[in-house]
């Protein structure tokens, strides 16, 4: 309920009615919210960016719209009075990743200005501003509510009084162990992967072929090869350290970094514009290649690992020491931990897909059959074997197993409940004043019209 609140400011909206199109007027002021206007033109630069965002909305546009603007000032006043500050290095780093998507969606800057009817450096302003008055709406949220806590007491209480089709479900849960390694590369493999950059860097400087060409072409970055190569504006901390290390050190556009290796693969990397701490670049990435036969030869030998962890010759536990490359897991007794919740605990749909196909038909304490995945983290092929440690089935929250589920959805409650009355609190305090043309709705929260 609280998330919902706080969702519900950011501003993700429909196209506005036909009846609105069709006027005239170029601006006009339709809501006032204390001494802040908010104007219609605003109304419609929202709805241009929300065209890409695909996130329905409940109600009519028109009055949702300009309600969440309104709701959104009431908060920004709050925090200049509280004097409630943005990280401008976050705002900055997220400004510059939604103006990369812009332009992957739009197809290129030039289309992006045209779109929004205005250059690219007046819709990164507009962009700055929206994201900093988010960031700062939301500091703001979590201040107003920090005062809210729960004990064991007032959790008790709560679930007592939920209706029975109130209390929520939990989906069915699973902890796993892990041992997984990736079959090794041929040191031929990785060197004719050097080779092909080489290739593509002498094509660049000699001037037969563009990089962004090459890119398109043979990246197997997919996403950003879409784009030429192209990733964007970007801080250091956006990039691994040894991609980093040589992409800001490049300073000639025309020339070609050297063969960078990173967990990823193999890069090239080209300058295209530095801007103060950011780089605009773009680069090709290759991978080397496992081998058929020496994914079969991994196979096996986690196949006689998991024949000697089942007959008790070894603990799965000493199977992850002696073999195991997973680094994230290695530590800790190959447990999986989810990066989502901070716990060792994972709904089916939180698992990397070929794990989740996997563990759905094991029972607790069966090891599976070896199998090959993507690593979510290196991005690499690897082989691996799971363990089920633990299944919750799915079933209604109840306070022996779910106690912390329900003391955090008490707490948004609660939460939900205050910034409610907060904001009804600020309608009687402030002047409002909406147009008629504009008053015909349904508010979320009622009293904007007095």
Same mark, same amino acid.
């Given at each position: 309920?609280f ?17 609105f ?6 601006d ?57 500050q943005?990280?401008e ?11 990369n ?9 030039e ?33 107003? @509510?920090?005062?809210?806590? /729960?004990t *064991?007491?007032? #959790?008790? +209480?709560?679930y007592? =009084?939920?209706?029975?089709?109130? !209390? ?6 699973v ?47 997919t ?22 290390? @040589?992409?800001?050190?490049? /300073?000639? *556009?025309?020339? #070609?970094? +050297?063969?960078?290796? =990173?967990?990823?693969?193999?890069? !090239? ?112 092929e ?49 002047y409002?004043s ?11 929260f ?5």
């Open positions: 309920m998330s919902r609140i706080i969702s519900g400011l950011f501003l993700v909206l429909f196209p506005l009615a036909s009846s199109a069709q006027q005239n007027i170029i006009e002021v339709i809501w006032i919210v204390g001494d802040e206007a908010i104007l219609r033109s605003e109304v419609e630069q929202q709805r241009l960016r929300a065209q890409y965002e695909g996130t329905p909305i409940s109600g009519d546009p028109y009055c949702v719209i300009p309600e969440r603007i309104a709701i959104q000032k009431l908060y920004l006043h709050q925090a200049q009075l509280d004097s409630i943005p990280n290095s976050t705002v900055m780093n997220n400004v510059d990743m939604q103006m998507y812009f332009i992957t969606q739009i197809g290129s800057r289309k992006m200005e045209e779109y929004f009817g205005k250059n690219i450096v007046a819709i990164r302003e507009e962009t700055r501003e929206m994201l900093r008055n988010n960031q700062i709406i939301q500091q703001m949220q979590q201040k107003l @509510v920090e005062h809210i806590k /729960s *064991p007491a007032d #959790v008790r +209480r709560f007592r =009084t939920l209706p029975e089709d109130s !209390i929520p479900i939990v989906p069915a849960q902890e796993l162990q892990i041992i997984s390694f990736q079959p090794p590369i041929p040191p031929s493999e990785i060197e004719a992967v050097k080779d092909r950059l080489r290739s593509f860097t002498e094509r660049v400087h000699s001037g037969t072929t563009d990089f962004a060409i090459l890119a398109r072409l043979y990246s197997e970055d996403e950003s090869a879409k784009r030429g190569g192209e990733l964007g504006f970007r801080g250091k901390g956006n990039f691994v350290p040894e991609f980093a290390n @040589v992409a800001f050190n490049l /300073s000639d *556009p025309k020339r #070609v970094s +050297r063969i960078v290796e =990173t967990e990823y693969g193999f890069h !090239i990397i080209q300058l295209i514009e530095k801007r103060g701490d950011r780089i605009n670049s773009r680069h090709i990435l290759l991978k080397p290649k496992v081998s058929l036969d020496d994914t079969n030869k991994a196979i096996k030998r986690l196949d006689s690992i998991a024949n000697e962890i089942r007959t008790g010759k070894m603990t799965f536990e000493q199977g992850v020491i002696y073999f195991s490359q997973d680094k994230n897991t290695a530590m800790n007794a190959g447990l999986m931990l989810n990066q989502a919740s901070g716990t060792s605990k994972f709904e089916y749909k939180d698992l990397p897909q070929e794990i989740a196909k996997v563990v759905y038909s094991m029972n607790v304490g069966e090891i599976s059959q070896p199998f090959v995945m993507i690593d979510p983290q290196s991005n690499k690897v082989v691996a074997l799971v363990k089920l440690k633990s299944k919750v089935e799915t079933h209604k929250a109840n306070l022996t197993d779910d106690y912390q589920l329900l003391k955090n959805f008490y707490e948004e409650s609660k939460k939900a409940e205050f910034l409610k009355n907060w904001i009804a609190k600020k309608q009687r305090e402030t409002i909406i147009d008629p043309a504009w008053q015909k709705c349904e508010f979320e009622p009293g904007w019209i007095k």
